[in-house]
């Protein structure tokens, strides 16, 4: 399984951007970067994924690296309710997800 | 569309009994993969299936199995219960989209207390 590493916590005000770093420098040229979150007491949550380009949806953008060995999630203005665990996860195909530590993400007021 | 729904939400067990826990997956989604969360190890695989077939499967002892019905719902059974199952147990539906990339739709997890 490839693996990925984040920083195990990070913080952010309300309303202001976060950049949730990933580091996956054995991603494979057919893994794709996907990333969930989880809530307290709620199950994950699909947040985006990406191959090669640049994603955007209604929850947050990925930016991927040129050469794929790094992702950024980006949460534009980020509220109480951002407040997470958010997991990078490289999958091929049908693979199963394999959950890393992830980061967990503190929005302050 | 409703989503993944898990029963029971709760369940309080002893060592040596077994449980079955329950996942209707979204409609239309043929895929139901199974996760097991501690605080300790983390969420960790258990088994996928779609079509009623074992497609993937975790590294976990045979006393975890599972099974999927022709309506694409699923259960999986825990013989044999021990301390250390306890923990948040996480069905997840999933569809492939585009490019055969698939997106998983967590319940809410069943909380198994073993006493």
């Not at chain 1, 199950?43 to 949806?57: A, D, K, M, Q, R």
Request: charged share 15%; with cysteine.
């Amino acid at each position: 399984d490839a693996k990925t590493t984040q920083p195990n916590s990070m913080e952010s005000n309300e309303e202001e951007p976060v950049h949730l770093p990933c580091n996956h420098s054995t991603i494979s040229g057919t893994d794709y970067i996907h990333w969930y979150r989880q809530l307290p007491s709620q199950g994950p949550e699909y947040v985006i994924h990406g191959l090669t380009s640049n994603v955007n949806n209604r929850m947050a953008s990925l930016a991927i690296a040129e050469d794929r060995k790094s992702s950024t999630l980006i949460l534009h203005r980020a509220t109480l309710r951002d407040a997470a665990v958010y997991y990078c996860i490289l999958i091929t195909g049908f693979q199963k997800l394999v959950f890393g530590t992830g980061t967990r993400l503190l929005v302050s007021p | 569309k409703a989503g993944v729904t898990q029963t029971p939400r709760y369940l309080i067990k002893t060592r040596g009994q077994q449980v079955t826990l329950s996942c209707s997956p979204i409609s239309g989604h043929r895929s139901v993969s199974w996760y097991q969360q501690t605080p300790g190890q983390g969420l960790q695989f258990l088994f996928e299936y779609f079509s009623e077939t074992q497609r993937n499967k975790g590294n976990f002892p045979g006393r975890f199995s599972g099974r999927q019905f022709s309506n694409s719902r699923s259960e999986m059974n825990v013989s044999t219960l021990e301390l250390g199952d306890s923990a948040l147990y996480l069905c997840a539906s999933s569809w492939v989209g585009l490019a055969g990339v698939e997106t998983q739709y967590f319940g809410p997890g069943t909380r198994l207390l073993v006493l």
